[in-house]
């Protein structure tokens, strides 16, 4: 089977950076996600590493590392609306097909 | 481009009881897939449907099933409803090679 760790809170301030891991063991990996979710919203798409390194979209940042099964999203210039929680998600593929298996969330609170 | 919609929004019933669930993707999404989240538990895979297939299915009970229609609408059956089956159900549709998931709202059973 799948499984993926990841911190359940993380608190950080205004304008601050903070860094979000997630580690996982699984076999057929294909891909790390990252999605964001408000309280009571849907979750919503912030990134897909298939490869090695880093991949900036704006103030948010995934990083991959295949070898350490392992990767972590940055958050950058913290704002009050990313209070939120943060999953990774890994997509694998075995004789069945596809499948996306995520992590149990952090969650983020940015405080003034 | 309309979003995902899922119905209904919120939905009570009794145990012994059985639902039916109800998602139509984006238009022009042939892929949509299931997920059950529970406080705590994060978001557990039941089973993606393409092109009224399905392709894979989590680890439930058979009691919970689905299906896909030629206009990829798809939906979600749980039967002989249990009070462990009180969760956001969570709908999520994407295109053809595409990474990104885009979730609907969800829908809240509670199970009394």
């Known amino acids: 089977g799948q499984s993926l760790e990841q911190p359940s809170e993380v608190t950080a301030v205004e304008g601050a950076i903070v860094q979000i891991n997630c580690t996982y063991q699984?076999?057929?990996?294909?891909?790390l996600s990252w999605y964001q979710q408000h309280d009571g919203g849907a979750p919503t798409f912030l990134s897909y590493?298939?490869?090695?390194g880093l991949e900036e979209t704006g103030r948010f940042s995934s990083f991959l590392s295949r070898s350490d099964s392992y990767g972590y999203l940055l958050l950058q210039e913290l704002q009050m609306k990313d209070s939120a929680s943060y999953f990774c998600?890994?997509?694998?593929?075995?004789?069945?097909?596809?499948?996306?298996?995520f992590g149990g969330g952090t969650r983020l609170m940015v405080k003034p | 481009k309309a979003g995902v919609t899922q119905t209904p929004r919120y939905l009570i019933k009794t145990r012994g009881q059985q639902v039916t669930l109800s998602c139509s993707p984006i238009?022009?999404?042939?892929?949509v897939s299931w997920y059950q989240q529970t406080p705590g538990q994060g978001l557990q895979f039941l089973f993606e449907?393409?092109?009224?297939?399905?392709?894979n299915k989590g680890n439930f009970p058979g009691r919970f099933s689905g299906r896909q229609f030629s206009n990829s609408r798809s939906e979600m059956n749980v039967s002989t409803l249990e009070l462990g089956d009180s969760a956001l159900y969570l709908c999520a549709s994407r295109g053809y090679s595409n990474e990104k998931l885009f979730f609907g709202s969800g829908t809240q059973l509670s199970v009394l």
């Open positions: 238009s022009g999404h042939r892929s």
């Open positions: 590493n298939a490869l090695d």
């Open positions: 998600a890994v997509k694998t593929r075995d004789n069945a097909g596809n499948m996306l298996t």
């Open positions: 699984t076999s057929g990996f294909y891909g």
């Open positions: 449907y393409f092109s009224e297939t399905q392709r």
